[in-house]
C-alpha cells in the first residue's frame, strides 16, 4: 500500500491552476475540484499538513500592468489583492469539502482573514487544518514562487509540490514547441542553474536552493497527482541540492 513520504508540505498553485480552460478568471468547478483531490488527501492521510500559496496570475500580473506604463509597486499590490480573492475562493471550496481551513495574509485584512503570524500557521497545521497563504511576501516585486520557497523554510516544510498547469515536470527545452523536449526525473538546484531551466524565478530558486527545500514539479490538471506526488511516486521532476 502507498504511503506519504512527507510530513508538511507547502502546495504552490498558480493562479492559472484555479481558471479553468479560460486560462483567466476564478473557474468555480477548477476550485472544486483542487478542493476535493486535497479533502481526499486529508481523509486518507490526516497526519500529512497541508499548506498552500496559490498565485494570482488568472487575475493581475504586475509586471504587465508596469510594462503598460503603471507604477510597478502599485500594481504588485493589486496583484496580491488578486492572491486573495484566489485564496478565499479555494478556502471556500475546501470547507465545504468538509476540511477546516484557514487564510493567513501577508497584509493585514483582518475582517476577511488572519494576519500572516508563523507560529498560528504552524499551529494551526499541527491541528489539521489547511492554511492558505494569501498576498505573497506581502511586498512588490516579489513572486508567489518566491513567497512559496519562503513560506515552505518558515514552516520548516519537507517540500514544496509545484503543480503546473498541464506540464508534467522540468524539460531540457520547451515540451509545447519542441515534440523532442525531454524530462529530467530528477535534478539539482545547480543543475537548474547551469542549465539554465526554467523552474522557478531566479529570487525562488535562490531561496529555495539556500534553504535545501526539495521541490517537486508535476501536472496538476491530472487528478489523483496531488496524492501521487505526496506519496512520492515519479509523476515529475525532483529537484534536490
Ligand atoms: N505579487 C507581489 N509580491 C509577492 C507575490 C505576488 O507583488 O510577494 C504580485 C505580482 O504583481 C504578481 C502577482 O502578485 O504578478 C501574482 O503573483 P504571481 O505572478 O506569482 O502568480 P502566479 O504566476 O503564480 O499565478
Redesign the pocket.
Known sequence: MAEAQFHRILLKL???ALAGSAGTGIDLPTVRRVATELADIKKTYPQVQIAIVN????L????SAAKAGMDRAR??YI??L??VMNALSLADALEQAGVVTRVLTAIEMRQIAEPYIRGRAIRHLEKGRIVIFGA??G?????????AALRAAEIDADAILMGKNGVDGVYDSDPRKNVEATKFSELTYDEVLQKNLKVMDSTAGAMAKDTHMPLVVFNLNETGNIKKAIEGQDIGTVIKG
Open positions: 498558480s493562479g492559472e498565485g494570482g496570475g488568472n493581475w500580473r504586475g509586471e500594481a504588485d496583484g496580491m488578486g492572491t505573497g511576501t511586498s512588490p516585486y516579489f513572486s508567489t514562487d518566491t513567497t
